[in-house]
C-alpha cells in the first residue's frame, strides 16, 4: 500500500531555512509527481508546488518561487522540500501529497504531515 | 491564476439533511480538472472526487461531485455524523489552487 512518512516536528528561527523529508512506498517512485501542500493554524490548504519524482523537474507557485526548492533521491524514495528565509507566517503544517495517477492533479495520498514552528 | 471561491463559508446543518457544497472558478476548468476533499481536525485531507464526478476509492455513495466549467458542486444526500468536517475544491487544470474551504458543522 502506498505510504508516505514524513520527518518530524521542527523549530526555527526567522531567517533560517528547514528541510522536510517525505519517505515513499508501496509503489514505485519514479512514476508519480509528488504535492508539497502546507497549511498554517486554522487556516486553508495552500498548494507550494510540484517535483517530478522521476526526471526531477519542478514547478513552484510563484507565491514561493523565490525561497523553496524541491529535490528527490531516487536511491531513496525520499523527496525533499527546503523552504529558505522563514518567518512567522510560514509556521503551519507541511504535507506531501502523491498524485492519484501521472498527470492528475488530485491527491488522494497523504505525508502525515510536518509541523514547522518559526519563533524567536 | 485560476481563483477558487466557496460558498457558503459555513454551514450547520443537523444529520439526516441533505447539503450541497458550491466551488465557483474565476475562469473555465478545462476538462473538468477539479477535486474535492474532506479534512476532519488534525487530520490530512481525504480525497472524494477527482475529474469533478469521479469518486475516489472508499466513499460512501451519498457523496456526490458534479459540475464543469466555472460552477462545481459536492452534494451530500443525507448527513451522517462523521460527514461534519471542512470541504475544499481544488482546480489542477491550470498550475494547481484550492478554494478557501466550507466548514461542515453539526446544529
Known amino acids: 500500500q502506498v505510504q508516505l512518512v514524513q520527518s518530524g516536528a521542527e523549530v526555527k528561527k526567522p531567517g533560517a531555512s528547514v528541510k522536510v523529508s517525505c519517505k515513499a512506498s508501496?509503489?514505485?517512485?519514479?512514476?508519480?509527481?509528488m504535492h508539497w501542500v502546507r497549511q498554517a493554524p486554522g487556516e486553508g490548504l495552500e498548494w507550494m508546488g510540484i517535483?517530478?519524482?522521476?526526471?526531477?523537474?519542478?514547478t513552484y507557485s510563484q507565491k514561493f518561487q523565490d525561497r523553496v526548492t524541491m529535490t528527490r533521491d531516487t536511491p531513496t524514495g525520499t523527496v525533499y522540500m527546503e523552504l529558505s528565509s522563514l518567518r512567522s507566517e510560514d509556521t503551519a503544517v507541511y504535507y506531501c501529497?502523491?498524485?492519484?495517477?501521472?498527470?492528475?492533479?488530485?491527491?488522494?495520498?497523504w505525508g502525515q504531515g510536518t509541523l514547522v514552528t518559526v519563533s524567536s | 491564476e485560476i481563483v477558487l471561491t466557496q460558498s457558503p463559508g459555513t454551514l450547520s446543518l443537523s444529520p439526516g439533511e441533505r447539503v450541497t457544497l458550491s466551488c465557483r472558478a474565476s475562469?473555465?476548468?478545462?476538462?473538468?480538472?477539479l477535486a474535492w476533499y474532506q479534512q476532519k481536525p488534525g487530520q490530512a485531507p481525504r480525497l472524494l472526487f477527482h475529474?469533478?464526478?469521479s469518486r475516489a476509492t472508499g466513499i460512501p455513495d451519498r457523496f456526490s461531485g458534479s459540475g464543469s466549467g466555472t460552477d462545481f458542486t459536492l452534494t451530500i444526500s443525507r448527513l451522517e455524523p462523521e460527514d461534519f468536517a471542512v470541504y475544499y475544491c481544488?482546480?489542477?487544470?491550470?498550475?494547481?489552487?484550492f478554494g478557501q474551504g466550507t466548514r461542515l458543522e453539526i446544529k
Open positions: 501529497a502523491r498524485e492519484v495517477a501521472l498527470g492528475v492533479g488530485a491527491v488522494p495520498y
Open positions: 508501496g509503489y514505485t517512485f519514479a512514476n508519480y509527481y
Open positions: 517535483i517530478n519524482c522521476g526526471g526531477g523537474d519542478t
Open positions: 475562469q473555465s476548468v478545462s476538462g473538468r480538472q
Open positions: 475529474g469533478a464526478s
Open positions: 481544488q482546480q489542477y487544470s491550470r498550475s494547481y489552487t
